[in-house]
């Protein structure tokens, strides 16, 4: 919501939604700071703009793919993955990590690269 708002202005990238942004990205990296051994998903819900002003909703790349960081002990620093993200890989990628069965129906899929070898090995086969 902090950046939400801004972000949907006419303008790509108003100087109001980068100052919310560092503002955002500077309480996290105290909230990380805090955490042992925790893993943290920061994403958003929705990509980064429409094929028309004020728009988000048309089915297209720049809306589809998400902004995510996933930072903790068991990831990969600095990983930029190979392919773009969509929210819907976000739900299995949590449950994978978690060790938790991951439901046929969920169409995402699994991150795996953002995470370290040691991470990986996790899978739970839903009944």
Do not use: K
């Amino acid at each position: 919501p902090l950046s939400d708002r801004p972000g949907h202005r006419p303008v790509w990238m108003p100087p109001a939604y980068l100052r919310s942004a560092a503002d955002i990205d500077g309480a996290l990296e105290l909230f990380i700071q805090g955490l042992d051994d925790a893993t943290v998903f920061v994403l958003a819900d929705h990509g980064g703009g429409g094929v028309y002003p004020r728009d988000h909703d048309l089915l297209h790349a720049a809306n589809e793919h998400i902004p995510l960081v996933i930072a903790g002990r068991s990831t990969r620093r600095h990983c930029v993955l190979p392919e773009p993200v969509s929210i819907l890989d976000v739900p299995p990628t949590v449950l994978w990590h978690l060790g938790v069965p991951i439901p046929n129906v969920y169409e995402g899929r699994v991150l795996r690269d953002a995470f370290l070898a040691a991470s990986l090995g996790r899978e739970v086969v839903a009944a």
